[in-house]
């Protein structure tokens, strides 16, 4: 998706490019497949586009992938002495 405002977004793209975006839509009675920008969908089912950008980017925000610890490499062997760590 292009670095545009959210308020010139197309539905249909933002629910195809965001992850999470078609059930946001979907929930605020907003067809997915239509090609109208978000700020005239949202006024037409009386939603407040900020409330459902919000929505979205939590919802992006929830599904991303978390990151994992790093393991210590085989051979790998960490000595404390006075309070120094040395590998």
């Known amino acids: 998706m292009q670095n ?5 977004w197309n539905v249909q793209e933002a629910a195809n490019a965001v992850p999470g975006a078609r059930e946001t839509f979907a ?18 089912t009386s939603s407040s586009l900020d409330e459902i ?4 980017a939590y919802r992006m925000r929830r599904n991303a992938a978390q990151a994992q610890p790093s ?17």
Do not use: C
């Not at 929930?27 to 037409?44: D, E, G, K, M, V």
């Not at 393991?71 to 590998?87: F, H, Q, W, Y």
């Open 4 to 8: 545009r405002k959210p308020e010139t």
């Open 27 to 44: 929930a605020n009675r907003i067809s997915a497949t239509t090609r109208q920008t978000l700020a005239h969908a949202t006024a037409a």
């Open 53 to 56: 950008m919000a929505v979205i």
């Open 71 to 87: 393991a210590v490499r085989d051979g790998a062997v960490e000595i404390v002495r006075e309070a120094e760590l040395v590998a």
